[in-house]
């Protein structure tokens, strides 16, 4: 395997096992706050701010590695 | 009409669409290159300022463009206000109410005044930016229609992402002097070494949200668009019209879903500028 294969490898690699982690986290966050809006529909506003500032924290592992991915694919020799 | 035709009927129809579909020769093979949408060539060449090169590429223009939409928008309702609002009206003051409560009320405790002015035109500008990427104009290779999005591109979203940085220290530093501000990066009961190793993590995490504010922005608009022009590439490889009709059905189904993003990516970025300006604002003492 040369050297250009292993880098593209690796950027896949990276991305989609970087993606594995963050995925089930959002699933379980969004899950649980459609579970508090439906016992107490009246906090819903205030549930959903903060499952958005939830979501852009659990996005963030994501994130890495998907720069990890560009690094590897546009910078690394 | 339609509803008299029997449900078998339509079935049929559609078949006989999709195999006469298969049926007809493809065109000549094409080539649509996914990352060459993404590549800024210049339009007007300008010279270099220092290591800076001032010439106006496809990322400029649609800046101006959206910065001009913002303008005209503002300006329109500044001269139009009615105490009977239109339909214009209702949807910038739904814009306002939605940035104003939504975002900065219902995470800022204190400063909501002072920071709702950047917070607002940062919501508004990714917005406007977003979902201009959506529409087809003509700066894609050889003046064709093409997508593309300011905030595709890293520069865009990393400036923006500076503006949430610089603005957040400036807020806590001004708020709480510098001494006591980075005095509670540093935890109160921890154990001397402990407290300096605490100091360093945060100060690297201060410069992860960076990265994540801006790359968040970034690959989100760039998937999208990836996505997209992957979807028009395929039909141009498979070569078949039954192939481009199903590709084509299931790009409109992601550029519904784009629409989505573009507004939820807008929000977080806004939401997440609030949250850390507020929590800079907001020291435990």
Known sequence: ?77 | MLKRVPRWAKLIGVIVVLVGLALIPGRAKQQLEVAKEFELTPIVKLPHVGPVDLSINKAVVYLWIATAVITVAALVINRTLKSRPGRFQLAMEGLYELARNGIVGSVMKSGADTWFPYIGAAFVFVLVSNVIGLVPLPFAEHNQLGFYAATANLYVTLTLALFTFAFTHYAGIKKNGPVHYFKNWMPKGAPPVLREFIFVIHGVSEIFRLVSLSVRLFANMVAGHAILAVFFAMALIFQSYLAAAILQGGSAMIYLFEIFVAVIQAFIFAILSAVYIGGALEQEH
């Open chain 1, 1 to 77: 395997m040369d050297a250009s294969a292993a880098k593209l490898l690796g950027a896949g690699l990276s991305m989609g096992l970087g993606a594995i982690g963050p995925g089930v986290g959002l699933g379980i966050l969004i899950g649980k706050a459609l579970e508090g809006i439906a016992r107490q529909p009246e906090v819903s506003g205030d549930i959903r701010t903060n499952m958005f500032i939830g979501i852009g924290v659990t996005e963030a592992v994501a994130l890495y590695a998907f720069v990890v991915a560009l690094i590897l694919i546009f910078v690394a020799k």
